[in-house]
């Protein structure tokens, strides 16, 4: 094999300290996003992993975005596996290529619970398997966010969190569920269980976001809520959240969104 040696020289385009003011501003911002939206975030073996919303968030921040360049099914074991590529937008040119997969042998894209309702009460029933379309967009969500983690990884890191996206890291076991003391003014009273845990106000606004953004309609987005077993997103659990949002995120473009980006501005289109 033949190898060429690169003659040329490696040069800087811009001033070190340009680049790194302009990243600690970055890191700077997004270290008071999170103090707001803590679960843009998710703490995994003690350190802190931003979700894909956020690497996409600190992206637009640098004209970056992602897509999806090829997915695959998998045979051995049953899955599928996505390549995804980051792009600075103005310019079109690619800045980062990262893959996923997202196979059965993981327990928990193998067999989930099985909700219900009845009487008004979301209930589990049992157990089904996790489809395969679920499959092959957890593989899309998490080949896009190492894209966008190998182009922009650094900043995220600047501001004191992990490069590695949550949905790249492997499920930890549940944890024993937290309880709430109750005032001690009668020596009645016992412990009783955390029962808030469903998502925020601000949740619910920010899926209805993406999927507006994503040109999906009411009857689209009930679906994906239905695949979950929701009927209303005030009942989403917060251990339900970033499925739902990363299932609406990776939705087909509807075609009205099929527009050219090279002319658009990220931060200008978020403030639309």
């Avoid at 843009?40 to 004209?63: C, D, N, T, W, Y």
């Avoid at 009460?121 to 967009?137: A, D, L, M, N």
Wanted: net charge negative; with cysteine; hydrophobic share 35%.
């Amino acid at each position: 094999m033949e190898i060429t040696q690169y003659s040329g020289d490696v040069s800087m385009a811009r001033h070190p300290e340009t680049v790194l003011a302009e990243a600690s501003l970055v890191a700077k911002s997004v270290d008071r996003l999170v103090k707001n939206r803590p679960d843009l975030i998710q703490v995994i073996g003690g350190r802190k992993h931003p979700r894909f919303e956020l690497l996409q968030i600190v992206a637009s921040m640098f004209r970056v975005t992602v897509r999806i360049r090829e997915t695959r099914p998998l045979h051995d074991p049953d899955g599928w596996e996505a390549v995804a590529e980051a792009y600075h937008v103005p310019s079109g040119q690619v800045i980062a290529v990262g893959d996923g997969m997202c196979t059965r042998d993981e327990p928990t894209w193998d067999i989930r619970p099985k909700y219900q309702w009845i009487n008004g009460k979301r209930e589990k029933i049992g157990e089904e398997p996790v489809t395969s379309h679920q499959r092959r967009s957890m593989a899309q969500t998490r080949a896009c966010s190492k894209a966008l983690r190998l182009a922009l990884g650094w900043v995220l890191g600047l501001a004191g969190y992990e490069a590695t996206a949550a949905e790249e890291m492997p499920d930890e076991p549940a944890a024993a569920p937290q309880v709430r003391r109750k005032s001690q003014r009668s020596q009645h009273q016992q412990t009783e269980p955390e029962t808030t845990d469903t998502i925020s106000a601000y949740q619910q606004k920010m899926l209805w976001a993406a999927a507006r953004g994503r040109g999906l309609t009411d009857a689209q987005v009930a679906e994906i809520l239905e695949v979950h077993g929701y009927k209303k997103t005030a009942d989403i659990r917060q251990s339900d959240y970033d499925r739902i949002m990363q299932a609406i995120t990776t939705a087909p473009l509807a075609e009205k969104e099929q527009f050219d980006l090279a002319g658009e501005d990220p931060m200008e289109e978020a403030r639309r």
